[in-house]
């Protein structure tokens, strides 16, 4: 049973590029988050989506990231331009939303993360 | 808006030891959940254990087990007969039910198990 997986597991990049991050959620979970973790902020939630909707984008930084869900199966988050302060790991987890036949204490499933590093 | 807190940044105990960490969390909401996450030098986020805020019960997970006190908004993670592969970051996490399971996370404890 393959995991929340996430693309690529580390990029290193220019500032000024576009940088798209990929997560791929487990199939069937319907709740998908972004997490940023740094040293100094920890794990900062970025934003979450619901049945493939935004609800809460409190958490993104700037109007430089973006995020998307096209489709259950697939999210990606984008920096554009990039800049040295993004740099960070980055996690994609995923979990089964509340519903009258799922329990509502389910977890989250962490992917592995996408270490980012701008120069 | 909810906090966790995690007042202790590194720990370090000898092998088979148990070890206790602390979690403080602050919140208006009655129902939620708590959770430690534990990280280990290779990244991955891996749940160890949780507990409802309406059970009263502990939850336990073989060597694993909380101290939760609701009043206090306490949740403790104790780890018995501690094993060098416990060493890892820890991470309490809070969470409430918004359609989706959101969670706030604490700043982490590094554990680090010695031989």
């Known amino acids: 049973d393959a995991g929340v997986i996430q693309s690529p597991r580390h990029e290193v990049t220019e500032m000024g590029q576009e940088v798209t991050l990929r997560c791929k959620p487990i199939?069937?979970?319907?709740?998908l988050f972004w997490y940023r973790q740094t040293m100094m902020r920890g794990l900062e939630l970025l934003i979450y989506?619901?049945?493939?909707?935004?609800?809460?984008d409190s958490g993104m930084p700037e109007d430089r990231f973006s995020a998307k869900m096209p489709n259950a199966s697939f999210s990606t988050l984008k920096i554009q331009p990039s800049e040295p302060r993004d740099s960070a790991v980055y996690f994609c987890?995923?979990?089964?939303?509340?519903?009258?036949?799922?329990?509502?204490?389910?977890?989250?499933?962490f992917g592995d993360g996408t270490r980012l590093s701008i120069l | 808006a909810q906090t966790v807190t995690q007042s202790q940044p590194e720990m370090s105990v000898q092998e088979a030891e148990t070890v206790t960490l602390s979690c403080t969390y602050d919140?208006?909401?009655?129902?939620?959940?708590l959770f430690w996450y534990k990280q280990p030098p290779s990244r991955q986020m891996i749940l160890v254990i949780r507990?409802?805020?309406?059970?009263?019960q502990n939850a336990t997970e073989n060597r694993f087990s909380v101290n939760f006190q609701k009043a206090a908004k306490s949740f403790s993670l104790k780890i018995s007969d501690s094993q060098l592969g416990d060493t890892a970051m820890y991470f309490c996490?809070?969470?409430?039910?918004?359609?989706?399971?959101?969670?706030?996370f604490g700043q982490g404890t590094r554990l680090t198990i010695n031989p």
């Open positions: 199939s069937g979970h319907n709740s």
């Open positions: 507990q409802e805020a309406y059970k009263q």
């Open positions: 987890a995923s979990s089964p939303s509340k519903t009258a036949h799922t329990s509502s204490n389910q977890p989250q499933h």
């Open positions: 996490a809070f969470g409430i039910i918004q359609g989706a399971q959101k969670l706030v």
């Open positions: 989506f619901n049945n493939n909707v935004p609800i809460d």
């Open positions: 919140t208006s909401e009655n129902n939620y959940y």
